[in-house]
Nanobody
Framework: QVQLVESGGGLVQAGDSLRLSCATS??????????LGWFRQAPGKEREFVAA????????YYGDSMKGRFTISKDNAKNTVYLQMNSLKLEDTAVYYC??????????????????WGQGTQVIVSS
């Protein structure tokens, strides 16, 4: 069974940086990593795509408001995927979720494309 455990959330000020981690288990990481992504959900809003790896490898994708500020990366030795967030804004406040898709044809930017989810980690950006 795939398990995803996020960590690294917290309270930061606008303009600060934060790195989220997602520790994975239950499947060979090299296989799992192809389908890993990050989403976020702010209070009263739908879950929103943040970043993901392309299934074929080598590609990364970002939501429009995250481009240039957020970076998804992975450490194969630690079975962990990261989300580096720079120049944080008030509107980045949300619960951030790590997710994994197991189908190569699944949409990387759609909630419905993902089969496994972590419990989420809260990020609060204050002024």
């Amino acid at each position: 069974q795939v398990q995803l455990v996020e960590s690294g959330g917290g309270l930061v000020q606008a303009g600060d940086s934060l790195r989220l981690s997602c520790a994975t288990s239950g499947r060979t990481f090299n296989t799992l990593a192809r389908g890993l992504g990050w989403f976020r959900q702010a209070p009263g809003k739908e879950r929103e795509f943040v970043a993901a790896f392309g299934w074929s490898g080598g590609m990364t994708y970002y939501g429009d408001s995250m481009k240039g500020r957020f970076t998804i990366s992975k450490d194969n030795a630690k079975n962990t995927v990261y989300l580096q967030m720079n120049s944080l804004k008030l509107e980045d406040t949300a619960v951030y979720y790590c997710a994994a898709r197991s189908r190569p044809q699944a949409d990387y930017n759609s909630v419905d494309g993902y089969d496994y989810w972590g419990q989420g980690t809260q990020v609060i950006v204050s002024s």
